[in-house]
Every structure is written in structure tokens, then in C-alpha cells.
């Protein structure tokens, strides 16, 4: 009985709170992309999935892709492998190309890199096949550790890879007149770029908790949340994204007009209302007086006298406000 009791007074309510607020986070994310799901939703990354603008990325391992389809769905954006290291080409790359203009996605494209391979051979290798495309959205330089690779799974030193990375960002931006992004994760994150390249957009990976749980960084301009989303178009699973900011901002950048990753703007900066001030009023202003010229006696807020002045705490108490979760 008394199992009984507890089961239905404190476990059960428990159980049905966690289970509303999780409806009504997959509710919220649903209103904006109805026609996208996830196959495996974490609760920690429901932030992301409240973001209005919204994206993919994709490679090879997609498939061939209905690129209409992902437009209908409501995809703003998607980024697009192209190159890996100093040899490889991802097979897909042409086709989803051409194929995601044709659809009016904005897409951009990604270099993975290798760090056994020299960084002038990897940026002579992506500047042969990343298009210099103007309406391209600015390129994707991939930086995580390779040590899923049996010839290439070796760490090298903070120093080399930070000297390897700022060389195939200005190759990337010299090919392409637009500031790269940087993808990373939590790992290279942590043991390379904590505190490097503070004014270039970040694109992080952060798929079961908020990327300031995962991060020492202030800022992001990109958030990878799941690895197993769902989108009309494609087979199977594919990265979802999120998009920091507004539809003015992103339209901005898309122009040049915003730098995401530095905050700054290139002209045209929305205006911000200002709210002008009362005037002050004399300090001096005359006593206010009733109707037989007796001085008026004004109390603090809350002070209510009773009938010989003092206060009433029934009728004076303050009340206590409660703050939002």
C-alpha cells in the first residue's frame, strides 16, 4: 500500500512533468519544421532545435538526394563536403553542387582536413575543386582529430596545428574572398583552439547538451545538434544545424554586409530606438499643500499609517515575486 501510495503521489507526477516538457519542446521545435524529425532527440540540445534558421550538412554517405524536397522542408542553408585532405574529392560533391542551387538552398562548402599531409598541399587541392562561386555561402575549414585513420591518426603538437590551421584559412578566404568558418568539436575544441581565432564564426558539434556545458568559448555562430535527423529528401539519418542569429543577420552575412564570427557590421546596422528621459524635475519644487494650505506629508511606498502612524504589517507587508525558470 504504501508503494502504492509514493508511486502515485511523487513518482507518477514526476514522470508525466518530464514527459509534458519534453511534448511541448518537441511541440515548439515542430511549429518551425514540421516536416523534420529526429530519429534519436536529446532533451540537451532543444535550444538548438528552437532556432528559426535552420540547415544540413552533407556528404557521400547521404545518398542522392531530392534537393527540391529538402527546400520544401524548409531547409535555409546547407553545407556541402568537397574536399579531404590532398587527394580526395567526396564523389557527391558536383552533384549536390549543382543540385542545391537548383533548388534555391544556400550552400557552402567543406575541406576536412589531414594533419599528416602538409597544410600548401591541402590548400592547392581544395582551391582545384571548391568553386569560386559568388553566391556561395562562405567555405567550411573541418578541423578534428583523425584517429579514426590508420595512416593518418597521429596528434600533432598544439603549435603545428594552429600554424597548419591559420595557413588553409587564408587560402580559403584568398579563394574564395569570403572569411571561412571553423568546424570542430569538443575534443579539438578543448586541446587546440581554446581562445584562437576569436573573430572567425565557429561552428560547433554539440549533439546531447548546450554548447556553454561544452565549450570555454562565448560565442557561436553554428550548432551541429543531432547526427540523426530527418528531412524529406534524404535517406536515412543527416546532420541538423542551427543558425545563431536573426533573418536580418543572416541575409547580412550572406551579403557581406555582417562578420558573424567578428559581431561587426559593414554598414547598414539596424538602428536601436532611444528612449529619451523625462525631464528632471526641480530640486527644489514647492511643498505640495491641501485645500487650507496645510503642508501634504508624503510617505514611502508601502507606509500606510494606522491611526496613530504606525505600521500595519497585515496591510503593509511586502509581496514575494517569484522568478521565471
Known sequence: MQVRTTLTTTILPRILAILGLTLACAGSALALYPKKGDADPHHGVRDARRKAIQGIDVSRWQGEIDWQSVKDAGTRFAFIKATEGGDHLDPSFRRNWSEAKKAGVARGAYHFVWWCRPAKDQVRWFKRHIPRDPDALPPVLDVEWNGHSE???????????LAKIREMLHGLQAHTGKKPIIYTDITFHEDVLE???NDYPYWLRSTAAPLRHRYNREQWEFWQFTTTGRV???TGDVDRNAFFGSEHEFAAWRQGRFDIGARKWHGDEPKVAV???PPARPSQAPAAKAADNVPIRLLPPG?????????????TGSIASSEAD
Do not use: L, N, Q, Y
Not at 595512416?151 to 596545428?161: F, L, M, V
Open 151 to 161: 595512416k593518418c591518426g597521429k596528434k600533432i603538437s598544439r603549435e603545428k596545428a
Open 195 to 197: 581562445g584562437e581565432f
Open 232 to 234: 524529406p529528401g534524404i
Open 275 to 277: 528612449t529619451r528621459k
Open 303 to 315: 507606509r500606510v499609517p494606522g491611526r496613530h502612524g504606525a505600521r500595519d504589517p497585515r496591510v
